[in-house]
C-alpha cells in the first residue's frame, strides 16, 4: 500500500513562510508527477502547484512568484516552500501524487490526509 504523508503545516503571520512536506511510503515502483491542493472552508479544492519527475513545474497564479515546490526523488518526497503568505492562502493542503506500486503495471492517484496553514492578519 502507498501512503502520503503531509507535514509543516501551522500558524503563520501574514507576510511570512512555511514549508510543507510530502513523504510517500509503502511499496513504490516509480513515482511520477506529485502536486499541491488546497481546500478553503466553503470552497472547492483547488490546485497549487505541480512538479513532474524530470522537475518542471506549475503553479496556480494565485501563488506565482511566492510558492516554490521541489522534489527528492530519493526520498519520494515533494516540498512546498511558501513566502509572503497572506490570509487568503488560509486552507488544508493536500499533497496529490501518480505513482505507479510496485505490484502494478500502472500508477494511480494517490493523496494525503491534508495538512492545515492558517495565515492570521
Known amino acids: 500500500q502507498v501512503q502520503l504523508v503531509e507535514s509543516g503545516g501551522g500558524l503563520v503571520q501574514a507576510g511570512g513562510s512555511l514549508r510543507l512536506s510530502c513523504a510517500a511510503s509503502g511499496r513504490i515502483g516509480s513515482t511520477n508527477g506529485m502536486g499541491w491542493y488546497r481546500q478553503a472552508p466553503g470552497k472547492q479544492r483547488e490546485f497549487v502547484a505541480r512538479?513532474?519527475?524530470?522537475?518542471?513545474?506549475n503553479y496556480a497564479d494565485s501563488v506565482k512568484g511566492r510558492f516554490t515546490i521541489s522534489r527528492d526523488n530519493a526520498k519520494n518526497t515533494v516540498y512546498l516552500q511558501m513566502n509572503s503568505m497572506t490570509p487568503e492562502d488560509t486552507a488544508t493542503y493536500y499533497c496529490?501524487?501518480?505513482?505507479?506500486?510496485?505490484?502494478?503495471?500502472?500508477?494511480?492517484?494517490?493523496w494525503g490526509r491534508g495538512t492545515q496553514v492558517t495565515v492570521s492578519s
Open positions: 512538479i513532474t519527475s524530470s522537475g518542471s513545474t
Open positions: 496529490n501524487g501518480n505513482i505507479r506500486p510496485a505490484f502494478s503495471a500502472r500508477p494511480t492517484d494517490y
